[in-house]
């Protein structure tokens, strides 16, 4: 009888090899945009790490754009289609914006539906950039409220043995 072959040793980071976990569930859909990811705690239960080991694979995550963290109440997938960080819109500002932006400086004609990309990418990229960072703040709070109405809505059940039996 011949000795079952051993595993061959993972030679990754176990913070890298908790994080590729995590980003594979992401993006197969286990973890939708908005939800909120498990605790460091629950990670570290997870892949049998260190606390900090745990934070180290959600901060490579975070570093991806593949989630973000808001203090005091924890990470939570990010919106983005491609999960590559960056924007997957292809926006191009109207034309009175743009106009109405270039006031003060030496204007260039823009023709109407034509976007002057070069004054206007920027600022755009900054507004959609801190639009994005409050809606997630908004998704984490709404995820929050349903958390709360859920455990309102179970205190308000009567205990099974309700009404009692006589």
């Given at each position: 009888?011949?000795?079952?072959?051993?595993?061959?040793?993972?030679?990754?980071?176990?913070?890298?090899?908790?994080?590729?976990?995590?980003?594979?569930?992401?993006?197969?859909?286990?973890?939708?945009?908005?939800?909120?990811?498990?605790?460091?705690?629950?990670?570290?239960?997870?892949?049998?790490?260190?606390?900090?080991?745990?934070?180290?694979?959600?901060?490579?995550?975070?570093?991806?754009?593949?989630?973000?963290?808001?203090?005091?109440?924890?990470?939570?997938?990010?919106?983005?289609?491609?999960?590559?960080?960056?924007?997957?819109?292809?926006?191009?500002?109207?034309?009175?914006?743009?106009?109405?932006?270039?006031?003060?400086?030496?204007?260039?004609?823009?023709?109407?539906?034509?976007?002057?990309?070069?004054?206007?990418g920027s600022s755009?990229?900054?507004?959609?950039?801190?639009?994005?960072?409050?809606?997630?703040?908004?998704?984490?709070?709404?995820?929050?409220?349903?958390?709360?109405?859920?455990?309102?809505?179970?205190?308000?059940?009567?205990?099974?043995?309700?009404?009692?039996?006589?």
């Amino acid at each position: 009888m011949t000795p079952a072959p051993e595993k061959k040793q993972d030679r990754r980071p176990p913070y890298q090899h908790a994080a590729d976990e995590l980003r594979r569930d992401i993006k197969q859909g286990r973890f939708k945009p908005g939800e909120q990811m498990p605790s460091v705690r629950e990670l570290q239960e997870r892949f049998g790490v260190a606390n900090m080991t745990a934070r180290s694979a959600l901060n490579v995550l975070r570093d991806e754009g593949l989630i973000y963290t808001i203090h005091g109440r924890g990470s939570f997938v990010a919106d983005v289609a491609d999960h590559t960080g960056e924007f997957t819109i292809d926006y191009n500002a109207p034309a009175w914006y743009l106009a109405k932006k270039g006031k003060g400086e030496p204007d260039e004609e823009v023709e109407e539906g034509e976007p002057d990309n070069e004054s206007a990418g920027s600022s755009l990229i900054e507004l959609l950039a801190s639009l994005r960072d409050e809606i997630r703040a908004l998704s984490a709070e709404h995820q929050e409220l349903r958390r709360e109405v859920d455990a309102l809505k179970k205190a308000q059940q009567p205990p099974p043995s309700w009404p009692p039996q006589s």
